[in-house]
């Protein structure tokens, strides 16, 4: 992901536009820290 794509997932738009996000990568890149940034935000 890029800058962009994470402050577009940061306005929590996709919630609002009732869309579903998945996250899926190699280990160790991120993506549950991005998540429970999400669900704190």
Same mark, same amino acid.
């Given at each position: 992901m &890029? $800058? $962009?794509? %994470? @402050?577009?997932? #940061?306005? !929590?738009?996709?919630?609002?536009?009732?869309? &579903?996000?998945?996250?899926?990568?190699?280990? =160790?890149? =991120? $993506?549950?820290? !991005? #998540? %429970?940034?999400l #669900? @704190?935000?």
């Amino acid at each position: 992901m &890029n $800058k $962009k794509q %994470i @402050y577009d997932l #940061a306005t !929590l738009r996709f919630i609002e536009e009732t869309e &579903n996000i998945l996250f899926f990568r190699s280990l =160790g890149v =991120g $993506k549950t820290h !991005l #998540a %429970i940034f999400l #669900a @704190y935000k």
